[in-house]
């Protein structure tokens, strides 16, 4: 496993994410924005709203995830994905 970031605290953790989309993402004005979470839609609304303030793409979806990835993040768990710069495992 891989620790991109070390967060203290879920408010903090969900600005993180709101502040990687911001840094990272390309062509932000026509861009769509995937946010899945597993049985935390008010965090996930949470956190369309901070990406709406920072970033302002054209769409945001939010979706739960699967039974079978849900199964193995746990509940509570919260994923976004976007077109952004290259990233490799090193975050580079």
Do not use: W
């Not at 739960?64 to 975050?91: D, H, M, Q, R, W």
């Amino acid at each position: 496993n891989y620790a991109f970031k070390k967060i203290r605290g879920r408010k903090q953790s969900l600005e993180a994410l709101a502040k990687i989309v911001d840094e990272r993402i390309i062509n932000r004005k026509e861009a769509t924005v995937f946010i899945e979470h597993a049985d935390c839609l008010e965090d996930a609304l949470f956190l369309k709203d901070l990406i709406i303030d920072m970033v302002n793409p054209k769409k945001i979806n939010i979706s739960n995830v699967g039974p079978i990835i849900g199964a193995t993040v746990g509940p509570n768990s919260i994923t976004v994905n976007f077109y952004g710069e290259k990233v490799t495992i090193l975050g580079e």
